[in-house]
Antibody, heavy 117, light 109 residues
C-alpha cells in the first residue's frame, strides 16, 4: 500500500525558514518523480516543485523559485522541501505527491505551514 | 503561462449526470487529468490522460478532451460525489510546469 507521510509544518514568522519532509513507503521510491503541491486556506491547488527520480532535475513554480529547494534521499525514501524567506502568502497545506512527469497519482495527507507574525 | 478555466460550481440532482468543463487554449493537444477532493481530505486522481481511470475509480467517472475544452462527466451522481474537482495539465513549453484549474465545487442537490 502506497503511503506518503508529510511532516515539518509549523507556525513561522515571515522571513523564516522551514524544512518539510515526506516519508514514502509501499512503492519503489527511487523510480518515481516526486512533487510538492500546496493549497492555501479556502483556495485551489497550486503546484510548487518537482524532482526527477534520480534527483538530478528539479523544477519550481515562479512563486517559489529562488526561495524553495526540493531534494530527495533515495536511501531513506524521503522527499524534502527547504523553504527560506517565507512570506505570508506561503501559508498553505503542503502535499507530497507521487507521480510521473505529467500527473500526481497519489497524495499524502498534507502538512500545514502558517506564516504569520 | 498556460491557464485552465473551470466553472466555480456545478449542481446536479442525485441520479443525474454532472459535467465539469476545463477550458484552455487548444487544450485538445494536451493530456488532461482530473482530481477529486472532499472536505478535509487529500486530492484523489479520478481520470488521467483525458479519459482513463485509475484502478478503483467507478466507471461512472469519464472524461473527454476536444478543441478548447476538456470535460469530466460523472454519471448517476451520488451524494458521495459531492466534492471539489480540479483539472490539471503538464505544460512543457514553460520550463516544465504543472498547471491546475481553479476548481469546481460539485453540489449534489
Amino acid at each position: 500500500e502506497v503511503q506518503l507521510l508529510e511532516s515539518g509544518g509549523d507556525l513561522i514568522q515571515p522571513g523564516g525558514s522551514l524544512r518539510l519532509s515526506c516519508a514514502a513507503s509501499g512503492f519503489t521510491f527511487s523510480t518515481y518523480a516526486m512533487n510538492w503541491v500546496r493549497q492555501a486556506p479556502g483556495e485551489g491547488l497550486e503546484w510548487v516543485s518537482s524532482i526527477s527520480d534520480g534527483g538530478t532535475r528539479t523544477y519550481y513554480a515562479d512563486s517559489v523559485r529562488g526561495r524553495f529547494t526540493i531534494s530527495r534521499d533515495n536511501s531513506k525514501n524521503t522527499l524534502y522541501l527547504q523553504m527560506n524567506s517565507l512570506r505570508v502568502e506561503d501559508t498553505a497545506v503542503y502535499y507530497c505527491a507521487k507521480g510521473d512527469s505529467r500527473l500526481f497519482d497519489f497524495w499524502g495527507q498534507g502538512t500545514l505551514v502558517t506564516v504569520s507574525s | 503561462s498556460y491557464v485552465l478555466t473551470q466553472p466555480p460550481s456545478v449542481s446536479v440532482a442525485p441520479g443525474q449526470t454532472a459535467r465539469i468543463t476545463c477550458g484552455g487554449n487548444n487544450i485538445a493537444i494536451k493530456s488532461v487529468h482530473w482530481y477529486q477532493q472532499k472536505p478535509g481530505q487529500a486530492p484523489v486522481l479520478v481520470v488521467y490522460d483525458n479519459s482513463d481511470r485509475p484502478s478503483g475509480i467507478p466507471e461512472r467517472f469519464s472524461g473527454s478532451n476536444s478543441g478548447n475544452a476538456a470535460t469530466l462527466t460523472i454519471s448517476r451522481v451520488e451524494a458521495g460525489d459531492e466534492a471539489d474537482y480540479y483539472c490539471q495539465v503538464w505544460d512543457r513549453t514553460t520550463d516544465h510546469s504543472w498547471v491546475f484549474g481553479g476548481g469546481t465545487k460539485l453540489t449534489v442537490l
